[in-house]
Nanobody, 123 residues
Framework: VQLQASGGGLVQTGGSLKLSCLAS????????VGWFRQAPGKEHEFVAT????????VYADSVKGRFTISRDNAKNTVYLQMSSLKPEDTAVYYC?????????????????WGQGTLVTVSS
């Protein structure tokens, strides 16, 4: 069971990036997936989560209206489209799969974690 996040990079304020989370193994199509981020010296921060079918999403207030989470179960991939990026969005972004069909906004609710991808937003 592995998750691999990709798509990070350096972008200017106001720019966009699309992160991908590719899952291998038996998990994924029946599991909620969430994105978290960790800025230097800070704790993991919830970003967004999507339920197993993709019909239910939840966003942190800090990214609502700017980020969109989606999934393609046929490709075992969850996406995080990030727009109108700000310097405060700079962090390592992690995807994580919950043990069930619905996730939440807490780290402990997710069992499987990817290695993270770095997003840097320059001012």
């Amino acid at each position: 069971v592995q998750l691999q996040a990709s798509g990070g990079g350096l972008v200017q304020t106001g720019g966009s990036l699309k992160l991908s989370c590719l899952a291998s193994g038996r998990i994924f199509s029946n599991n909620a997936v969430g994105w978290f981020r960790q800025a230097p010296g800070k704790e993991h921060e919830f970003v967004a989560t999507i339920n197993w079918r993709g019909g239910s999403t939840v966003y942190a207030d800090s990214v609502k209206g700017r980020f969109t989470i989606s999934r393609d179960n046929a490709k075992n991939t969850v996406y995080l489209q990030m727009s109108s990026l700000k310097p405060e969005d700079t962090a390592v972004y992690y995807c994580a799969a919950a043990p069930g069909a619905y996730g939440g906004s807490y780290v402990y609710q997710y069992k499987y974690w990817g290695q993270g991808t770095l997003v840097t937003v320059s001012s």
